[in-house]
């Protein structure tokens, strides 16, 4: 008898000009958290989606427990013990959380759901993975945080008696406190004899988290190891193949005297009395917890959100941004942390996306030059190294880091002269960072200012020329660069300040 738990063997699967899995194997012992990392493109959600019974492979094998496994839809996935905790969760948002638990396989008694019992037995498995942290097992879960609806996914999960849990970037838009009960959680789920595969591209992350890691890259697979044995070089140097030396370009810091965007005590329901300056060619990070304000205030000066009072003076006069269209014709662009439903046009292709934000730069007397605007798309394909057969590709089909990339395209090719940047490299594999990195020192050269939100602090101290920190809605804190260091930017970020 094998010693793994869980054989996908020799897997294949072709999408039209896509050769997304070329013989990927994977193997996973159980009661053990193994990691799945690669670079965007690389295969990972693809080889998870044929697992989880939503893809049919074009050849291989699954052996779950020693035995050969065919899954024809996700049902029988299911019933064979394998669940999946999705990044867009798969929720109904006006469903209670014991509904959402049971649903599909309801408690009946005479035809009639059994509330009571349905109670106590999503209830059991709610507290299990809660531990009494949910505000209410009665309410929809829509009022529920992500991290809570996730909990409430995991309870799912269990109510069919999964033995494989899929969990696809599950931290992806936590908060650290969030992580860590995550973490909390998928240990106890570990000690229970649950069987974790895991994917992010945060390395830090799964090497505190995982006992075993599994490389692809470009639909192979390359490596496994027990991460007790290895360190982040190793991982990099698996998934992009050769060693990387740095994880930030050297910066030199391109910032003039010249005050591009001037905002004066900029208030709104969300934040009180915000007021910084950015300078032409500057880099300009913003630090703090998710949920300080940072967003809400790009929102407001991207006119998505109305301002209560404040000023904001562009380049010398007084604006008044009301829409995200005047935002644009006044040369500031927006690439939004929430790329599925704010940043892009999915059903549309690459290049469609890539030059929507640049329509005067490729469009000749109101025509749109479609070779200027291949041209646009080709260069950032190459550039961030977009995975695709072409800029053709509809970005539904990308792989979720590489539409990632998209939103950013877009933006970086826009010619604005303000760049609002929200969690930038979210979800991008450290190869692709370095290259987003590069191109914004590029552009900070060029003279375009950049602010960039951020919840990682090593981008944060690695790329900003100076650092804007918020907590609960207030500016606390504006640091110069020799004051930079995780310590100092976190005693401002979480309000121990005088
Ligand atoms: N439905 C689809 N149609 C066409 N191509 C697809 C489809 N789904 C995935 N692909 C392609 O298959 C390849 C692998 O994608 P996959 O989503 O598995 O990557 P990934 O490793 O999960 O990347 P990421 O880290 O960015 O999430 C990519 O080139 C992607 O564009
Ligand atoms: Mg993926």
Not at 183 to 191: G, M, N, P, Q, T
Not at 213 to 229: F, L, N, S
Not at 358 to 364: G, H, M, Q, R
Not at 414 to 435: F, H, N, Q, W
Request: proline residues 3%; hydrophobic residues 40%.
């Amino acid at each position: 008898m094998s010693q793994y738990y869980l054989e996908m063997i020799d897997v294949f699967k072709e999408f039209p000009g896509v050769k997304a899995l070329k013989g990927v194997n994977l193997k996973v012992k159980k009661g053990e958290v193994h990691a799945l990392i690669g670079e965007n493109g690389a295969g990972k959600s693809t080889l998870m989606k044929i697992l989880s019974g939503l893809y049919h492979s074009d050849g291989g094998k699954i052996r779950i427990n020693g035995e050969d496994m065919t899954f024809q839809n996700p049902q029988d996935a299911i019933n064979a013990g394998v669940a999946t905790i999705y990044q867009e969760l798969s929720l109904v948002p006006h469903l209670t959380a014991v509904q959402n638990v049971l649903l599909g396989h309801e408690i009946a008694k005479y035809k009639f759901i059994d509330g009571k019992r349905e109670k106590e037995v999503a209830g059991k498995l709610l507290d299990y993975v809660s531990r009494g942290s949910l505000p209410s097992y009665s309410e929809p879960v829509m009022h529920f945080s992500v991290a809570q609806q996730q909990m409430v996914d995991i309870a799912k999960a269990l109510s069919y008696n999964a033995n494989i849990i899929i969990m696809d970037e599950p931290t992806d838009s936590l908060t650290d406190n969030e992580i860590e009960v995550l973490f909390e959680i998928i240990r106890k789920l570990k000690a229970d004899g649950m069987t974790i595969i895991y994917i992010s591209h945060r390395l830090e992350e799964l090497m505190e988290i995982c006992d075993r890691v599994t490389v692809m890259r470009d639909g192979e697979y390359i490596a496994d190891a027990d991460t007790k044995d290895i360190d982040k070089a190793w991982l990099i140097r698996n998934m992009i193949g050769r060693e990387m030396t740095n994880s930030y370009p050297e910066r030199k810091h391109y910032v003039s005297e010249e005050i591009v965007l001037d905002v004066k005590k900029l208030s709104s329901s969300a934040f009180t009395d915000v007021s910084f300056e950015l300078k032409r060619g500057e880099i300009l990070g913003f630090a703090g917890l998710v949920g300080s304000g940072r967003t809400e205030v790009m929102r407001v000066l991207f006119g998505v959100d109305k301002a209560e009072s404040g000023e904001v003076i562009l380049e010398g006069n007084p604006v008044n941004i009301h829409h995200p269209s005047s935002a644009v014709e006044n040369g500031i662009g927006f690439a939004t942390e929430d790329r599925k439903t704010e940043g892009l046009f999915l059903n549309l292709d690459i290049k469609t996306n890539i030059s929507a934000a640049a329509l005067p730069k490729v469009s000749k007397k109101g025509f749109i030059s479609s070779g200027a605007e291949t041209a646009a798309a080709d260069k950032y394909i190459s550039e961030l190294r977009i995975v695709t057969p072409g800029n053709y590709q509809i970005c539904k089909n990308l792989s979720g880091g590489n539409q990632q990339k998209v939103v950013l395209a877009k933006w970086l090719a826009s010619d604005s002269k303000i760049l609002i940047l929200d969690e930038p490299t979210r979800g991008i594999d450290v190869g692709a960072k370095y290259e987003i990195y590069t191109l914004m020192d590029n552009l900070a050269q060029a003279g375009v200012s950049i602010i960039m939100v951020s919840s990682e602090l090593p981008e944060v101290i690695g790329m900003s020329d100076r650092v804007v920190v918020m907590h609960e809605g207030r500016v606390t804190g504006i640091l110069e660069r020799e004051d930079f260091s995780e310590e100092t930017i976190m005693t401002y970020a979480s309000g121990h300040v005088n």
